[in-house]
């Protein structure tokens, strides 16, 4: 990527009325462009973190047997009145539409009603269980507020998985391995230090259920945290009895602000009954199936990993979903240094290494390196004619102050191997 040609511009501020720390780093930094409140554009370079974020959650996904499908937005009324959610009392965050003849509509906010109907054309034995659909979908939501940026949009991306399963234990199973690939996930994503499961309100078909919750000031949950077991309990359900329960002890947790950024829930019967989603069982027993859901906001862990991972001159990616490994900066336009960085810039790329190359001939060294900081990939290399006099490119680490001179024709080993 050419940045004077790339659809990119950086800016100084961020729009007045953008408070969440995560989007004004974000649209600071050209990645993404406010719409309204709740609702982005992700430009070129953002998508790419999108991108790369659900990629590595569909690995983690198909890795324990999920399959990706694709479901649509809108929404059968009668679906939803049949569990009892077209109600705005029962769910109060629906959006909903008509069509011209006047039949309503809903946008989807979840789609447990999709998948179980969608079901009974595939499912008739325990030999077709445990199945787990998921997508990774655009939501609708009428949040009451919307002012943390990515982390709480009105349209915003979700992974959502759904699990199927003959019996209680199948069912478990599946939710434990679920559970591991969520840890997997904000591992990757560079998280996973922050990342704690939290014990929260499980309805009806079991005592808990599970959320992934990253610690930080700008969360909108409070949870109870012990720091040594690694685990935590939301606050709404913390009381003596839960805390003896989970084997936790009250004045070891620690009162904290979080992010919920992922959810396991154990939904019982509550979407196969209503829409008569049955299996014949080992001993030819017709049963409900058990079903699971699995929930990561996608666009909410970019706002998360935006909102914790910055200093004062930027954002500060992983690698694991940096937009691009290495800032290339040109200072100058001497000819040596314009044929240098052009053949470095091919080379890197020819390796396989994702460049940003700033060949911008208006943009001054300070502009470039206020740059390379603000969108916050890992390394930024500098060849000016400076750097050629040595004959070497400066390298320097978005996560450091130091700097190092490597030499030309060592650029692409040394670059390879500090990925
Ligand atoms: P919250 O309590 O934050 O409103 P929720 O309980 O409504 O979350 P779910 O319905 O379980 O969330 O959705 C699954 C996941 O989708 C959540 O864990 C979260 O990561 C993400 N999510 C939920 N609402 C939003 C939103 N408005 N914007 C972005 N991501 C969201
Ligand atoms: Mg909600």
Known sequence: MRRSQLFVKTRRDAPADETARNAQ???????????MAGVYTFLPLGLRILTNIANIVREEMDAIGGQEILMPALQVKERYEKTGRWDDKVVDDWFKTKLV????????FSHEENLSPLLKNFINSYKDLPIAPYQIQTKFRNELRSKSGLMRGR?????DMYSYAISE????AFYEKAKL????????LGIGDKTFITSASGGSFSKYSHEFQTLSEAGEDTIYLDRKKKVAINKEVLNDEVIKDLGLVRNELEEVKAIEVGNIFNLGTKFSEPFGLKAVD????????????YGIGISRAMGTIAELLNDGKGLIWPESIAPFTVYLARLGDAQNALETAEKAYNELTGAGVKVLYDDRRDASAGEMFADADLMGSPIRLVISQKTLQEG??????????DTQLVRLDKL??????SQ
């Open 282 to 293: 080992e001993h030819g027993k017709s049963v409900n199936l058990i079903m699971g859901c």
């Open 412 to 417: 692409v080993e040394t670059i390879a191997n």
């Open 169 to 172: 234990d199948q069912h478990k």
């Open 25 to 35: 780093l974000l649209i600071r930094a050209g990645y993404v462009h406010k719409e």
């Open 392 to 401: 070497s490119a400066e390298l320097k680490k978005r996560t450091s102050d």
């Open 101 to 108: 003849n006047g039949t309503e509509l809903g946008l989807g």
């Open 155 to 159: 349209e915003f991306l979700m992974k």
């Open 181 to 188: 690939a969520y840890q997997k996930i904000f591992e990757r």
